[in-house]
């Protein structure tokens, strides 16, 4: 119906527009106002073409490739949308379309604070950078284009320049990246040594000549590289400062759907370029992702910075990606096709899913940070009563990523536990123990994120108000609402038309060459998604009627039982004393019994710090503050011994630099002779 | 095809590596740099022999341009460099003499051993030549390395650009008479340059000893 050149078209008209956004943005950098109507407007331009692109690539197959011929000849602008660079695009292009709307309101904040000129042309760079990352098909174009997309989401880390955090977070962040693009860097490198070529397509198809060392160490570099901007644990310590440091929409992006480019290149480096995956591939993969997700949620569950909370959720969401991606693998090396169907259409599920609530739950938090000036939630309480619109929304994507029937969290959950299921029980024990491990981990990760975002909306929104800037708060803008609205509403279609969104997903999976022939273990009608061994069948339209029913009719009997009772105002019981707002839970202390069952794992710290009365004679303390807090492990035990290393590596390296021209002139002789020697050889 | 003889080539070859190694056992700069002389005269001749076989007018000019830049030029700047600082001596080095030795046996060994043998192949009658210009190579590579002084490091250098010329020359893959021209005014510059920058050297530290040049390096 629809032909790859209608697709193309709407896909060059993206990209275009978002160029045209950028470059506007920035002519108009002296006029706050027009500079973020121009950014944003042809933001949304933008994602609606990329939309309209990828929904044809996605329900009518028009997939499409094409290249720009380059006057270097190793620097063409290759371009090839499939279902899976496809779905990926959809992603990012609703996303953007929702955050974009936000942004219209949002970024008034920063007005005559910041320049917003670069705000707008960096936005607009980042998501063509992000689209083009997800449909580049040669090797140097698509570092060019990761470089990009990496550069113009640093500037936006550091946006708020005027706070240091924000570029400590930035440079953490830069060093990260690039320390990523390293080993993707040496991947490829390899990849093209093996094959000649830079061309993606090519390189597929010259793979079986490619010896199985060489597939596994691109696989580990590839792992390193890609998990790193993925955020797998322990590559993820640039994830929890960065994304909080940026600008709430932005936020959003990065952690609704940047983070899932990483994802993207795993699966097409894994399952579409290099096939005949060994079997350790997927177990390590499900390792990573047991790991992930569950220290995730619990470093999560001891930040009482909201958007820390959030970012560090993102760990524990890629997490379970990897769950249904690494057992997608294991299934795919046992020739168990159908099942690594399952599993790969679970991972693409909940990749969509946690773009959409994750962006919704950034532009909630966005929202009150906005009206408080804070990120810590110990300064919240109360919300609901003055933003009770934003409340709502954030409680809907609380509920949708605690996987709560019926929202779309429940139903991507539900996919990877049948995956996980189906390996513990059709494999042998040495892949079983896997797959237990990632179950056991999923429904720990599955109550401890409900935990943890009980906390956050109860702390936020609920109880008094801990801090006076509460009772100045407002409801959120009318475009802040719209893109919320729009993201928790998708939360809940997504979970009732799961059937028909699965069907969709199984046609990207079927489009990858090793599943092409293949039928998926599952059927899925708008209905019903269930399992053909009739191990396990959910309706998803079905548990939202009978919800829906349920609540009506308790409403109802409630109503019957009340509607002749008077309502009676009163002074709460407070056993005799005032009420006020340190009475509360407040969210350390909510964590403060999880983190003493996995002190363990999260280290606790307790910092006291005591001000007496008297100096010399210290008998009455004046003040005493406890500061709880977690060791970061992750630097105590690995980046910090590495930077030692490196520092002493260095210092060695720097006796080479002697200041002496004899010993310079030395050092060309000898590499001269080693040269010779190698060529020689 | 190279117009000398092998014979008279291989015997070349051996006067010019000679010179060099006499360079790492003089004492004097004088030495030196009448020993770079005598390598700029062969090499100057050579092409002029070789201009008058191929009669060419280029070729002749271009050989009259290194008898002029190598064999007058340059020796008159460091003769010049060496009264004007009293730089008569330089018996700085690295290594002692027996030391000196060894190294010197060892990188002839090296260039005479398999490694370099295949390049026999560019020019199969003069292969015994050609690794005797290999070493030359590395020994004037080795002579910048190992003395202190530097005058005799830019004789080195300038020594090893004259191994460079004789390698070409005896393989036969000599450049264009066009492009030998500018290569020698690109040497003139750097004996001017290089020449300007000694006697700054000597007005700022009081020697040309690069050891003792300590506060170039960043502390």
């Known amino acids: 119906m629809f032909s790859a050149f209608t697709s193309s078209i709407f896909f060059l008209a993206a990209l275009t527009l978002w160029m045209i956004g950028a470059i506007g943005s920035l002519a108009f950098m002296k006029n706050d106002q027009r500079a973020n109507l121009w950014g944003n407007f042809f933001a949304i331009f933008g994602a609606v073409a990329g939309l309209i692109s990828s ?5 009518f197959g028009s997939a499409f490739s094409f290249n720009i011929p380059s006057s270097l000849h190793l ?10 660079s496809g779905f990926f695009i959809f992603a990012i292009s609703l996303i953007s379309l929702f955050t974009s709307i936000y942004a219209l309101g949002y970024v008034k904040h920063y007005y005559k604070k910041y320049n917003i000129g670069t705000l707008g042309f960096f936005y607009n760079i980042f998501l063509a950078g992000m689209v083009i990352v997800s449909s580049a098909s040669s090797i140097l174009f698509f570092l060019i284009v990761w470089e990009i997309m990496s550069l113009a989401s640093y500037f936006l880390v550091i946006f708020e320049h005027k706070e240091r955090s924000n570029i400590q977070a930035g440079s953490l962040y830069f060093i990260m990246t690039h320390i990523g693009t390293a080993f993707i860097t040496l991947a490829f490198l390899l990849l093209y040594h093996a094959t000649g070529t830079l061309d993606f397509e090519i390189i597929k198809s010259n ?29 993820h310590i640039w994830l929890p400062s960065a994304h909080p440091a940026a600008p709430s929409h932005v936020s959003a992006l990065m952690s609704g759907v940047m983070i899932k480019t990483g994802i993207y290149m795993l699966i097409r480096i894994f399952m579409d370029i290099m096939a005949d995956a060994p079997l350790w591939w997927g177990v390590v993969i499900l ?18 910075d909201i958007k820390k909370v959030l970012a560090y959720s993102s760990i524990e969401n890629i997490g379970i990606i990897l769950l249904g991606l690494g057992s997608s693998l294991i299934f795919w090396s046992m020739n168990m096709k159908p099942f690594a169907i399952l599993g790969l259409t679970a991972a693409l599920f909940h990749t969509l899913n946690h773009a959409v609530f994750k962006s919704l739950l950034f532009m909630g938090a966005g929202a009150v940070i906005s009206e408080m000036h804070t990120r810590n939630m110990e300064e919240y309480g109360g919300l609901i009563k003055y933003m009770p619109q934003t409340a709502f929304f954030f409680l809907l994507g609380s509920m949708s990523i605690s996987a709560l029937p019926p929202f779309n969290g429940f139903f991507s959950e539900w996919l990877i536990f049948q995956s996980l299921f189906k390996g513990i029980s059709g494999s042998d024990i040495s892949v079983c123990w896997a797959f237990m491990l990632a179950a056991g981990s999923l429904a720990f990760t599955g109550g401890l994120a409900a935990m943890c975002f009980v906390n956050v909306f109860g702390a936020t929104f609920l109880a008094r108000p801990r801090s006076p800037e509460v009772y100045h708060a407002k409801e959120s803008n009318v475009t802040l609402r719209i893109g919320m609205f729009a993201l928790a509403a ?5 979970g009732i038309t799961a059937g028909t969104v699965t069907n969709i997903l199984s046609g990207v999976a079927n489009d990858l060459a090793i599943f092409r022939s293949s039928p998926p273990a599952y059927y899925s009608t708008p209905l019903t998604v269930g399992l053909k061994n009739n191990f396990a069948s959910i309706s998803m339209p079905f548990i939202f009627i009978s919800l829906v029913l349920v609540s009506a009719i308790i409403f109802f009997i409630v109503f019957l039982f009340t509607r002749k009772r008077k309502i009676k105002f009163g002074t709460t019981w407070d056993c005799g004393t005032t009420l006020s707002p340190r009475m509360e839970i407040t969210a350390t202390g909510f964590a403060n019994s999880i983190i003493a069952i996995f002190r363990g794992v999260l280290k606790p710290t307790k910092q006291v710090s005591i001000k007496y009365r008297d100096e010399n004679m210290r008998y009455f303390p004046k003040t005493e503050t406890v500061k709880l807090g977690t060791k970061d492990i992750y630097r105590g035990y690995f980046y910090r011994p590495l930077h030692i290393f490196t520092i002493k590596v260095s210092e060695y390296v720097k006796r080479i630099q002697s200041g002496n021209i004899n010993m310079y002139i030395l050092y060309i002789l000898l590499t001269l002779i080693a040269i010779l020697l190698i060529v020689a050889v | 095809m190279n117009p000398l003889s092998p014979q008279f080539l291989f015997f070349l070859e051996t006067v010019l590596l000679a010179s060099v190694i006499f360079m790492h056992l003089t004492r004097k700069n004088f030495t030196v740099v009448f020993l770079y002389t005598v390598q700029s005269l062969i090499i100057s001749g050579s092409l002029f022999y070789s201009s008058l076989m191929e009669a060419s007018f280029l070729l002749m000019a271009a050989a009259i341009m290194t008898f002029l830049v190598k064999v007058i030029v340059a020796p008159f700047f460091f003769y010049r460099l060496i009264q004007k600082h009293r730089l008569q001596f330089s018996v700085s080095t690295y290594l002692n003499g027996p030391m000196t030795f060894i190294v010197l046996a060892l990188l002839i060994a090296f260039s005479h051993s398999r490694f370099f043998k295949p390049l026999a192949i560019i ?11 290999m070493s030359m190579i590395f020994i004037s590579i080795f002579l910048t390395v190992n003395r202190k002084g530097a005058l005799s490091q830019m004789v080195g250098i300038l020594s090893m650009e004259n191994a460079i010329v004789s390698f070409a020359y005896v393989s036969g893959l000599e450049t264009t008479a066009g492009a030998q021209v500018g290569i020698l005014f690109i040497i003139f510059i750097w004996i001017i340059i290089a020449s300007v920058f000694a006697s700054m050297i000597y007005h700022y530290f009081g020697s040309l000893d690069v050891s003792e040049m300590k506060h170039l390096k960043e502390e």
């Open chain 1, 55 to 59: 929904f044809l690539v996605l329900v």
């Open chain 1, 75 to 84: 620097l063409s602008l290759s371009f090839n949308v499939d279902k899976l």
């Open chain 1, 207 to 235: 793979i079986g000549a490619v010896k199985p060392l060489t597939k596994n160490i691109v696989f580990i570099l590839a792992l390193i590289g890609f998990g790193t901007k993925a955020g797998i644990i322990p590559f």
């Open chain 1, 287 to 304: 390792l990573i992702g047991a790991i992930s997700s569950l220290l995730g949620v619990l470093y999560a569950l001891t930040e009482h």
């Open chain 1, 490 to 494: 998708l939360t809940l279609v997504i």
């Open chain 2, 123 to 133: 020019s199969p009658a003069n292969g015994d030549a050609l690794l005797l210009s």
